[in-house]
C-alpha cells in the first residue's frame, strides 16, 4: 500500500484516473497538487491541495509539507520545469522516504534544450535530428551540399509548435533566425513521425515497456489521432537509447522517420500527452510505477504487449465544481 | 420515439452523448455522420455512416439516403458550413418530413460574415462591436476622435482566434490592414467575455431557455474554462434579440461587455463548444428538441434554470478503435 503524489496535475486527468485506479486496489490513495484551482485533475485524485508556484520559494516547503501530511511513498511530476526542480533536491526527498518517479538531473539536463538533446545523442551513437545554433555553420553546410532546403527555424528550448518557422531559401533563413534569441535550425526530417512511451526500471534500470505509436494529426501541437504500431527500427532504437542512459520511470520519446531512417527528435522525461494510448492497450505503467514503489522489480522487456492498427482519438469531456 | 441525425459530428462527443440519453429513453436513436472515419464524436451515436464532404457533389444525397435508412426526424449539424447547405435545402427534407432543427436560411446568413452580423444587428437597434471595412472610414474616424486604438484587426469570415491581430497605432494598422484580403477593423471592446447558451422553440418560436458563462480561459479560441452566471443586462439583450429575429433551435451567442455596455460579437446558429456547460448544470436543450420533434412546444422562458458560480474546465478524454 502506497500513498502516491502527483504534482502540476494540470489537464492531465486521465494520468491521475489511471494511477488512481491501480494505486486504490491495494488500499493507496493518489494526492494531486497544482498550483492552479482551476487545473481540473486536480480534482480526480482521492485528495488534493493548492501549492505555490514553482518558482515560488515556498514551492519545496509545501512539496515536503504535502508528503509528510499524506504519508507520500512516491512523487510524480507531469510538466517540464518541476522534474529539474525535483531532480535537485532528490537527497532532500531521499532523507524523508519519498521516491521520485523520475530521471536523475543528470540525464534530464539534456532533454529541454534541442542543441544538447542533439550533441548528447550524437556523442552516444544514437541517430539524432541535426541541430545547429550557429548560422555560419549552416550556410556553409549547405554551400558544401551538406544540408539543403527546406529548413526549421525553432526555439532551441520550449515544446509544443510555438514558434516554428519553416524556411526554402537563405534569404528566408536570414530573417527567420537571428543569433542570440536561442534558435536552432535542423533539416526537415519528417516523413513520418511517433511517439514512443517507455518505462524504464526504477530498481534495475532495465527496459520494462514501450508502446509506439504514428502521430496521425496534430493540433497545436499535440496528437490528436495516432495509430499503435510494432516497428522493428524503433524499438531497436529504443533499446540501444536506453542502455546507453540513464533515464529511468516514465519516458516519452518522439522520432521522426526520413528517407527511411529512424531520428530521435525529442526526449521528455514524463508521461507524454499521448499516454492514454499505451494504458488503454494494455501497457499498464501505473502498475510498473506501484511495483517499484513497493520496492519490486519489474520484469525486463522481451516483446510488445499490444496490438497494432489501434486508433486512439482525443475528444473534450468536461468537469464542474463550485467556487 | 424519433431518431436524430447528427452530421459532421466531428470531436462534438458530449452533445452526441446528451442527446443520445434523452432520444434512447422514449425507443428512439441518434445516428451520426462525418467525412471522417477519425471523428471520434461519430462512435458515440448508436449507428453511424461515413459520407462525403460537403463540397462534394454526392454529399445532399447521401444525407437523405441516410434520412430515409434511419426513418430520421430531425437533423443537426455542428459545423458552420453546414448549416447554410442544409438551410438551403430546407424544401427537400421538408418533402421526406425530416425536421431541420436549425434556424431559416436568411438569418443563417448573416452569422459568418462579421460585417453583415454588425450592420444585422444595428439595424435590428441590438448593441453589437463595430466593425468596419474600410480603412479610410476607421482613420477618419480616428482622426475625429470617434474612434480610439488599440483596434483589432481580424478575418472578416472564419472563426476561432485564428489570424487576429491588435493594432496600437496608424502605421500598424496600416501593415495589418489590407483592403480586398476581406479583413474587419473593430475596436477592442473586451473587458470581460460571455456566451450564451439559447434555445428558441422551433414550433413556437419562443424564447425557452439561456445559459449564461463567462469566459475565463481562452486555449486557441476555445474556452478552456467559465463560470455560470446570472446577468439582467445579458438577460435583457438576449430576449430582445431573439424577440427581433428568426432564430430557432439551439444558439450560441458571444457577448463582450466593455466600460460597462454589453454587446453581441457573434452568433453561431448551431450548439457552441461550451454547451456542455449548460447542459450539465440542468438546462437540458436535448428535450427541448425532443418535444419540438414529437410535436410539442416547450414552455416559453421565465427564469434562469441554473445556478450561479459553477466553474467548467474541459480536459480530454480518448477513445480507440481497431482499424
Sequence with gaps: MVNVLVCSAGRRVKVVQYLRQNINKSGGKVITVDCNVNAPALYFGDEF????????EEYLASIIA???????????????????MLAKNKKIFDEIGVTLVLSPLD?????????????YLTTLGIPAIPTFSSLKTVTSLIERKELSFPLVVKPGKGSASIGINIVNNKIALKNAFSEGDDLIIQPFYKDLEFGID????????????????EKVKMRSGETDKAISVHNIEIETLVKKFISRTGFVGPIDI???KYKGNYYISEINPRFGGGYPH???MGCDFMDYINNNL???????????????DFVMMKYDDVFLYKK
Tied chains: 1, 2.
Design 278 to 280: 499505451a494504458q488503454e
Design 49 to 56: 491541495d493548492i501549492i505555490p508556484q514553482i518558482d515560488n
Design 107 to 119: 540525464v534530464i539536463q539534456y532533454c529541454y534544450d534541442k542543441q544538447e538533446t542533439y550533441n
Design 294 to 308: 513497493i520496492g519490486k522489480e519489474n520484469k525486463p522487456y522481451t516483446n510488445y504487449r499490444y496490438e497494432e
Design 254 to 256: 518522439d522520432c521522426f
Design 66 to 84: 504535502v508528503c509528510k501530511k499524506y504519508k507520500i511513498k512516491g512523487i510524480l511530476s507531469l510538466i517540464d520545469p518541476e522534474l529539474e
Design 198 to 213: 517507455v518505462y524504464v526500471d526504477l530498481i534495475s534500470g532495465d527496459l520494462v515497456d514501450m508502446f509506439i505509436k
